[in-house]
């Protein structure tokens, strides 16, 4: 599984760039949006533009050539002639649209909207400044006349790419799954990844503000040790990552400590004993949050 870290994509080399864009292509026409970095939003903008096109033309040969583009994706192929397709015939082009995600002061709406746009590029306080530098401009590429609200949190889960928005976790208490996406975390129970456990470890957190890595844990002494050994496994995580070293928990969760906690909290059920042998500490903390001890189950 190649993970990535972020804001270093666009100088990887020329293979798994194009497998990248190909994957981002394909999330952008199975989801109809994707959240990413502004520089692929524009890198990707032409490909989807450009399958649509030839989608269009509705026969066998461009039929052949998106299949060539897309080999796997049989389900992507026939979204795109049968649905995506027909729904700009009367147009030539203009199917993608592109929204920055930054942070756009005295706006109406005021304090929770303001507070809404925050967690969708830092997810709160602790996240900022810390991020790689890449994260920090993001433009997510949406359907044309997609006027979606911006969710609190955004999740990237697939095997391939986090690139693929599979789930969020609203403010006040829903979380949005792809169903796809549910069923292939519950397919495997110990692959680590479970995009359902991952939006409620964000309900948790947002339980007590922002999402930042911070949920209910006791007061006093117990926070406490929950942030400094939390701030110290981020900090490694990061560390781990700048050198290139393998590890047990993926890239995504450098992201931000909302992202390192839902992550890890994915480790912790589905991989407990890799977990407890890889982190310790980091297994103890999230036991004592839990009260739970999968690796004993
Ligand atoms: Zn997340």
């Known amino acids: 599984m190649a993970h990535r870290i972020d804001g270093r994509k666009l100088s990887r080399k020329h293979g798994p760039r194009m497998s990248l864009y190909r994957n981002l292509t394909v999330s952008v026409l199975r989801y109809e949006r994707v959240k990413t970095t502004e520089a692929k939003a524009k890198e990707i903008r032409g490909r989807v533009e450009r399958m649509i096109t030839i989608a269009k033309r509705g026969d066998l040969a461009a039929r052949r050539a998106v299949i060539a583009e897309f080999p796997n994706e049989p389900l992507v192929v026939n979204k795109l002639f049968d649905e995506i397709a ?29 507070r809404r746009r ?8 602790r996240g900022r400044g810390r991020r790689p530098r890449g994260r920090r401009r993001r433009g997510r590429l949406g359907g044309a006349g997609d006027h979606a609200q911006q969710p609190q949190h955004v999740a990237h889960a697939a095997h ?21 996406a549910v069923l292939d975390g519950a397919g495997d129970p110990h692959d680590g990844v479970n995009v359902v456990m991952h939006e409620f470890a964000h309900q948790l ?23 400094r050994v939390m701030n110290q496994e981020f900090d490694t995580l990061r560390t781990r990552l700048a050198r290139a070293e393998p590890g047990l928990i993926e890239p995504y969760a450098a992201t931000s400590p909302a992202e390192f906690f839902a992550v890890t909290t994915e480790l912790f059920f589905e ?11 980091l297994y103890e903390q999230l036991r004592r949050c839990y009260r739970l001890d999968p690796a004993a189950w």
């Open 160 to 180: 391939e790419d986090r690139d693929v928005l599979a789930g969020q976790s609203w403010q006040r208490g829903q979380i949005i799954v792809a169903w796809d």
């Open 118 to 125: 925050r967690c969708v590029d830092g997810h709160g306080r």
């Open 205 to 227: 957190d947002q339980d007590t503000g922002a999402a930042n890595g911070a949920p209910y844990v006791g007061r006093g002494a117990l926070q406490q040790a929950w942030a």
């Open 86 to 114: 027909p729904k700009y015939a009367d147009r030539t082009s203009g199917f993608t649209r592109i929204v920055r995600l930054g942070q756009r002061r005295g706006q109406a709406g005021a304090r929770r909207s303001r």
């Open 271 to 281: 991989k407990p004993a890799a977990l407890a042998s890889e982190r310790p500490a």
